[in-house]
């Protein structure tokens, strides 16, 4: 069985003028729960959710942040000022302090570079440059949220695994 606790769906769509073509359609979880996965994931998946539960958004580092002018309405402002906060985190760095599960998805997720192989947010909303750099670290701090939640199932619950071996 494989290790990864997700695979992808391919089905081949037929186009009429380009031909065949593989469509990838969604990703799937391959486990039903908890009792088909070997020891290894099941302490990863521990790993990673005592991480969850631990999880501190002051523990995620602040990243390398640089300003520069924001673009778009705000007059006089915008154009002497240097709000738009850009924020980067090596993914080496900031893989660190994550479980093992979510590591390989920080390489997948929309704000990952490949030219710098970090994850890389900007923001430009606020007038303020700390207001920007701080919206970043609450983007990147969402970000690992969403990776958990796509990443590591829930754990099962005390009813359900009564209820599979009185089966």
Do not use: C
Request: charged share 30%; proline share 5%.
């Amino acid at each position: 069985m494989p290790s990864n606790s997700l695979i992808g769906v391919t089905r081949l769509r037929f186009s009429s003028s380009l031909g065949p073509s593989l469509v990838h359609l969604r990703r799937i979880r391959y486990q039903a729960h908890d009792a088909l996965l070997d020891q290894d994931d099941l302490d990863d998946l521990d790993e990673a959710r005592k991480w969850h539960a631990s999880f501190n958004e002051k523990s995620v580092p602040k990243g390398q942040t640089s300003y520069s002018r924001s673009s778009g309405p705000g007059g006089q402002h915008v154009n002497k000022t240097e709000s738009k906060a850009t924020s980067i985190w090596p993914v080496s760095e900031l893989s660190k302090g994550l479980p093992k599960l979510m590591r390989s998805a920080l390489r997948s997720s929309r704000y990952y570079s490949m030219r710098n192989d970090s994850i890389t947010i900007q923001a430009q909303t606020q007038r303020s440059r700390t207001a920007n750099a701080d919206e970043n670290h609450e983007k990147l701090v969402e970000e690992l949220q969403r990776i958990f939640q796509e990443q590591v199932p829930p754990a099962t619950s005390e009813k359900k695994i009564k209820k599979h071996e009185a089966m």
